[in-house]
T-cell receptor, first 117, second 109 residues
Framework: NAGVTQTPKFQVLKTGQSMTLQCAQDMNHEYMSWYRQDPGMGLRLIHYSVGAGITDQGEVPNGYNVSRSTTEDFPLRLLSAAPSQTSVYFC????????????????FGEGSRLTVL | GDSVTQMEGPVTLSEEAFLTINCTYTATGYPSLFWYVQYPGEGLQLLLKATKADDKGSNKGFEATYRKETTSFHLEKGSVQVSDSAVYFCALYGNKLVFGAGTILRVKS
C-alpha cells in the first residue's frame, strides 16, 4: 500500500551542491510530476512525464533536471543548488491525462523539504 | 490559459462554525473540479470532486457544487472541527491539473 514514496524527507544543502530527490510509485501510473510549494504561491509544476523515456517542462523548470527510465521512478535533480530553490517538493502521479482511467486526481507523496544555505 | 482563484487566508474559525472557502475558475471547455486538502506535514490528498455542471461533490461533511454559470466551486462545511485545520486547494483539470494558491484554515477549540 505504498502509493507515492519520496526520499529524503529533509535535506540541507550548501549553494552550488547537487542532489537528487527520489520518487517512486507502485500504482502503474503513466503520468508523474514534480511540484514545488512555496508560501502564498500554491503548487507550481516543475517537470512532468507521460511515460518512460518522455519528459517535459512545467511552469518553473530552470535549475532542475528529470529523467524517466522506468514507469515507477521519476527522480528530480538539482545540478547546482541555489537559495531560491529552498522549498517543499512534492512528487505526484496519476493515470495518463486524457485516458479513460484518468479523472484528473493526482496522488501525492509526503513531500521533501529542501533548504539551501 | 486555465486558472483558479481562491480566497486568501488564513481563515480562522471557532469549532462548530460554518465554513465557506470561495473558489472561481477560468477555463475553456468543461473541466473537472477538485478540492484537495493538505494536513500539517503531509502531502495533498483528494477531498472531493465534481466532473460536470451542477454536480455536488461531498466527503467528510464538506460539500462543493460545480456552478458553470458563475464558474465557481465553493467549499462548505456546516460545523468545522479542530481536526479540519489544514490547507485547502481548489483545482481544475482540463488538459492539465491547475491549482489555486491554497487557503489556510485554522479552527480554534
Amino acid at each position: 500500500n505504498a502509493g507515492v514514496t519520496q526520499t529524503p524527507k529533509f535535506q540541507v544543502l550548501k549553494t552550488g551542491q547537487s542532489m537528487t530527490l527520489q520518487c517512486a510509485q507502485d500504482m502503474n501510473h503513466e503520468y508523474m510530476s514534480w511540484y514545488r510549494q512555496d508560501p502564498g504561491m500554491g503548487l507550481r509544476l516543475i517537470h512532468y512525464s507521460v511515460g518512460a523515456g518522455i519528459t517535459d517542462q512545467g511552469e518553473v523548470p530552470n535549475g532542475y533536471n528529470v529523467s524517466r527510465s522506468t514507469t515507477e521512478d521519476f527522480p528530480l535533480r538539482l545540478l547546482s543548488a541555489a537559495p531560491s530553490q529552498t522549498s517543499v517538493y512534492f512528487c505526484a502521479s496519476s493515470y495518463l491525462p486524457g485516458g479513460t482511467d484518468n479523472t484528473g486526481e493526482l496522488f501525492f507523496g509526503e513531500g521533501s523539504r529542501l533548504t539551501v544555505l | 490559459g486555465d486558472s483558479v482563484t481562491q480566497m486568501e487566508g488564513p481563515v480562522t474559525l471557532s469549532e462548530e462554525a460554518f465554513l465557506t472557502i470561495n473558489c472561481t475558475y477560468t477555463a475553456t471547455g468543461y473541466p473537472s473540479l477538485f478540492w484537495y486538502v493538505q494536513y500539517p506535514g503531509e502531502g495533498l490528498q483528494l477531498l472531493l470532486k465534481a466532473t460536470k455542471a451542477d454536480d455536488k461533490g461531498s466527503n467528510k461533511g464538506f460539500e462543493a457544487t460545480y456552478r458553470k454559470e458563475t464558474t465557481s466551486f465553493h467549499l462548505e462545511k456546516g460545523s468545522v472541527q479542530v481536526s479540519d485545520s489544514a490547507v485547502y486547494f481548489c483545482a481544475l483539470y482540463g488538459n492539465k491539473l491547475v491549482f489555486g494558491a491554497g487557503t489556510i484554515l485554522r479552527v480554534k477549540s
